[in-house]
């Protein structure tokens, strides 16, 4: 993930002009980069802006794919706004990779950005055309995988919760962990993230995760096993009180989401029914099923749990 196509930059600045500690460095190289913020005793974001495989953040640095590059859409920009806000707040700058035209476009726009007016998501994103059906992202619904373990105990606490509530230790030690492949900063530990709802990463990172290692074809085909779906409706969730847009994902929510107030649809796979039948709580039994997985892969296992929420 993450590997993409490398965006032509251009910059009229030198290192040594008085523009430099501005919130728009444009930069070739991005060692050169790293050895300023050092320097500077401040911490960096880098986006990145262009033809990528999807939209993600990776190690520091922000790969924003355009749909449609190198045209941006208002939509497009108010997502690199969000990252950079909430970066800002976090005590993190960022710096822009992009062409001229691009950065222009983003500049041009901050002023509706802060007015707080907000553009509609699309009803399908094509940053990522991964997925064989849609060819794009969703956006009526949002959900979140957990392994099996994980759901057994999301049901007796009735609530998604953030690592750092989840597991009751510290930021610090969870971005410590060789499972933190991405180098995600502290903070990222403290909220509950969501995919689209037709996405298949959740799932992927559950695989992962048992197989502690990046699956491969076989282990997301013959060997994919399923993990528990959460459903939220994307026009209902956004309303939480703890809802935070950060740019990459379509929302976080900060330390926890209590299911019976905001669950649509939750889907654990049919092999698993007799481990959790007797643990639902009440309140979300009618909005729990069990579902097989009679797919040939992990995107026809995304389809059919998808399609059944969105149609019930």
């Not at 998604?160 to 989840?166: D, E, F, G, V």
Request: charged share 30%; proline share 4%; glycine share 4%.
């Amino acid at each position: 993930m993450g590997s993409g196509c490398a965006v032509e930059t251009r910059d009229a600045h030198s290192p040594e002009s008085s523009c430099v500690s501005s919130l728009f460095l444009y930069r070739r190289d991005f060692r050169w980069l790293k050895s300023f913020t050092h320097r500077e005793n401040e911490v960096y974001m880098l986006i990145k802006i262009g033809e990528f495989d999807c939209t993600e953040c990776w190690d520091g640095v922000f790969y924003k794919k355009l749909a449609n590059y190198p045209d941006i859409s208002d939509w497009e920009i108010q997502t690199i706004l969000d990252f950079e806000n909430y970066e800002h707040m976090n005590g993190r700058e960022c710096t822009i990779e992009a062409t001229d035209s691009i950065v222009r476009d983003i500049n041009n726009y901050r002023l509706i950005y802060a007015s707080g007016n907000r553009v509609s998501v699309p009803e399908k994103i094509k940053e990522c055309v991964a997925c064989p059906k849609y060819k794009g992202c969703m956006t009526d619904f949002v959900c979140h995988t957990a392994p099996v373990e994980n759901a057994l105990k999301i049901f007796e606490c009735g609530a998604l919760q953030a690592p750092t509530k989840w597991r009751g230790v510290p930021a610090s030690v969870l971005k410590a962990e060789n499972r933190n492949a991405a180098n995600d900063p502290e903070d990222y530990f403290d909220y509950v993230m969501f995919a689209w709802g037709n996405c298949q990463a959740g799932d992927r990172l559950v695989m992962e995760r048992k197989l502690k290692r990046f699956p491969n074809n076989q282990d997301l085909s013959v060997n994919f096993t399923p993990g528990v779906r959460f459903f939220f409706k994307y026009d209902e969730i956004i309303n939480h009180p703890n809802a935070t847009y950060e740019g990459v994902l379509p929302l976080k929510i900060k330390e926890e989401i209590r299911l019976s107030d905001w669950v649509h649809t939750i889907v654990i796979p049919e092999n698993e029914r007799d481990t959790f039948i007797s643990i639902i709580p009440s309140e979300l039994k009618n909005r729990t099923f069990y579902m097989e997985n009679d797919c040939i892969d992990i995107w026809g296992w995304s389809e059919k749990v998808y399609e059944f929420a969105r149609n019930r």
